[in-house]
């Protein structure tokens, strides 16, 4: 996703340009399914595994979708305690994954079917459904790595603490091939250590807080590499 793209490869492709003035990275940023080996790329950093079997997917990290809302929204929906509970209420939707239906699990081993009444709005992008979610537009499902700075800042906050739709998989994605380059193999570091950073600091963003507790309180990025 878009999102992906500025929040790990950004950084590492303005640090190799930093590092070298000759060389030229183009990146490619986009929510929709990409032919890699198509469109000439290198390495990809996506959410969810590939179904294209020429391509060799690695995982680096795990994240759950939860849902999310403004504190002011959350905190007029504070009475909600089951994802069914919020069939009501105004819902964010991506254009690519349309679906009024969910299941959500919770404690214990708990499920339960969400079937949203009204899409309030869709946007075609992942920062497009984050800033309408922090307008507070509407309620929406999203992994917690792509709004971590959201929850600190408290700009968004989860509902229903403790449910979570699915857990994902974050994947880097090359060509099936037997030997790699070497700057895919410096890209996959750089990410991958980038990764853990952030996974690092997901353990200080605060997963307890439910819509009451906001009340009292304020699917790829994608890396064309030089040749």
């Not at 793209?5 to 000759?22: K, M």
């Not at 929510?31 to 995982?59: C, H, N, Q, W, Y």
């Not at 193999?185 to 507790?213: D, H, L, M, N, Y």
Request: net charge positive; with cysteine; charged share 25%.
């Amino acid at each position: 996703t878009t999102v992906l793209g500025v929040r790990f490869v950004g950084p590492w492709v303005a640090r190799v340009c930093h590092l070298d003035a000759g060389l030229v990275c183009v990146r490619l940023f986009d929510d929709r399914e990409i032919d890699m080996i198509e469109a000439g790329l290198d390495v990809t950093l996506r959410l969810g595994v590939p179904k294209d079997s020429r391509l060799v997917a690695r995982k680096l990290a795990e994240d759950e979708e939860v849902i999310l809302a403004s504190p002011a929204l959350a905190e007029n929906w504070r009475r909600a305690v089951r994802p069914r509970d919020l069939a009501a209420a105004p819902w964010l939707a991506h254009s690519a994954l349309p679906s009024a239906r969910h299941t959500f699990h919770g404690p214990r081993d708990a499920t339960d079917e969400l079937v949203v009444r009204r899409h309030r709005a869709r946007a075609s992008t992942t920062a497009a459904l984050r800033a309408l979610a922090k307008d507070g537009v509407g309620f929406v499902v999203l992994p917690r790595l792509m709004v971590d700075e959201e929850l600190v800042d408290g700009s968004l906050v989860r509902a229903l603490d403790g449910w979570r739709r699915r857990v994902v998989g974050l994947y880097v994605v090359t060509p099936s091939r037997a030997h790699a380059p070497s700057r895919v193999s410096a890209f996959v570091e750089c990410v991958t250590a980038a990764i853990r950073s952030w996974q690092g600091r997901s353990g200080t963003i605060p997963r307890a807080k439910s819509a009451k507790a906001a009340g009292r309180s304020p699917r790829r990025g994608t890396a064309r590499l030089p040749r």
